[in-house]
């Protein structure tokens, strides 16, 4: 069973940066895609963005490509989600998931994933 545990959320101004980092205890680690989610007040959760077990290939949502990057270190078993040049519309709960994958793929659905993070709150104000 994969505990994952996020960290790093805050409030920030718009324009400003946060790192979220989800730490795993699995002692397989490098077999888990990983994928960060955020689910804003009255909406449905959507991916952010999500990184293969090898880290070889990402994806990103629409909305946060060229503002934030994924990445994951696999020697200490956690993903990150870097944050830039954050908007009031990105204020949300973020949660990190884990799925066991034998083949290097990131899957963008929140279905596809088994494991969760309690989720860390970022609020960007105006």
């Known amino acids: 069973q994969v505990q994952l545990v996020e960290s790093g959320g805050g409030l920030v101004q718009a324009g400003n940066s946060l790192r979220l980092s989800c730490a795993a205890s699995?002692?397989?680690?490098?077999?888990?895609?990983m994928g960060w989610f955020r689910q804003a007040p009255e909406k449905e959760r959507e991916i952010v963005a999500a990184?293969?077990?090898?880290?070889?290939?990402?994806y990103y949502a629409d909305s946060v490509k060229g503002r934030f990057t994924i990445s994951r270190d696999n020697a200490k078993n956690t993903v990150y989600l870097q944050m830039n040049s954050l908007k009031p519309e990105d204020t949300a709960v973020y949660y990190c998931?884990?799925?066991?994958?034998?083949?290097?793929?990131?899957?963008?659905?929140?279905?596809?994933?088994?494991?969760w993070g309690q989720g860390t709150r970022v609020t960007v104000s105006s």
């Open positions: 990184i293969t077990w090898s880290g070889g290939s990402t």
């Open positions: 699995v002692r397989t680690f490098s077999h888990y895609a």
């Open positions: 998931a884990a799925r066991f994958s034998v083949y290097d793929v990131a899957p963008r659905t929140s279905s596809a994933y088994s494991a």
